[in-house]
C-alpha cells in the first residue's frame, strides 16, 4: 500500500504532482466512509479525508464519532488502499488519532496550539496544517515552524479561507496566501474550497481559482448525500458534482504541465 511520506515526497519533488484530497466533512457510518471511498478511489483520488473527532462551532451539535469513526476510515483503506487524513482537537487524543491515520490534521482552530503542533512535530507522520480564520501569513509560517524546529519537515500548508467584512461567503478564500506560502516555505500548499465557500456551488470556481494560482492540491468535502449530512451539509459535493470538479481540475493541471497524482502510482 501507498505510505504517506512516498506521498508527501512525490508531491514535493518538483515533478508537477498535485495532490486530491476529498472525503466527508465527519465520518458518520461505515457505509458513508466505505461508499466514498469506493467513489474516490475509483475515479483515482489517493487521499480520504473525514473527521473522528469534530471542532463545532457550538456545543449542542454533531461532535464526531470518535474512536469509532476512526476505525470506520482505517475499514475505508483496507478496503481501496487510499491515504487516511483525520483531525486531532487536543494532545490527550494525539496516540488514540496516530495508531489510526495516514496523515494528522489540525484544524483552523487549533492553528496556535502551540502545545500541540510542538508534539506532532515529534511524530513520524506528515501534518496537514490548516490556517487560522484569524491569522495572518507570518502566524501561519511562525506555526509551521513550532512543528519543524521539533523535526517533523513533512507539512501540508492548508489555506481555508480568512475572516473578514464579507459576509457573502462563509469565509473569504485568500488566494493571496497560495504564492506567498510558497514564496516563504517549501511545504506544498493546499486549498480547501469547501469551508470559504459555505455553499456547494461556490466551490468549484474557488477550487479552480486555487489550481490556477498555483496551488499543489485541493482538499473537498464529498459526500455521498449532502443534504443528509450531520455537519456542513450546504458546502459537500455530492459525487457527480465532485466528479466534475475533477476533471475541470484535470484540464487546468494539463494546461498548466502538471498532472493529478494516482493512487496507483506508489504501489
Ligand atoms: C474540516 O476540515 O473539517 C474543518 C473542521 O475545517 P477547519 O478546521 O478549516 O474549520
Ligand atoms: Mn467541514
Redesign the pocket.
Known sequence: MMEASDLFDRITSGEGYFLNIAGP??VESQDQVSRTAKYLSSIGVPVL?G?AF??RTSPDTFQGLGEEGLQMLAQAREETGMIIVT?VMDVEKLKLVEKYTDII?I????CQNFTLLRRVGRSQKPVLL??G?GNTIDEFVNSARYISLEGNRRILM?E??IRTFETSTRFTLDISAVPVLKERLQYPVIV?P??PAGVARYVEPLALAGVAAGADGL?V?VHPDPQNAL??KDQQLNFEQYGHLKSKTDQILSAMGKKSMQLERIA
Open positions: 466533512c465527519a479525508r473527521g469534530k471542532p483531525e490534521q484544524g483552523s482552530r487549533n490548516k490556517r480564520f492548508v481555508r479561507g480547501d469547501s469551508h482538499m468535502e455537519s456542513d
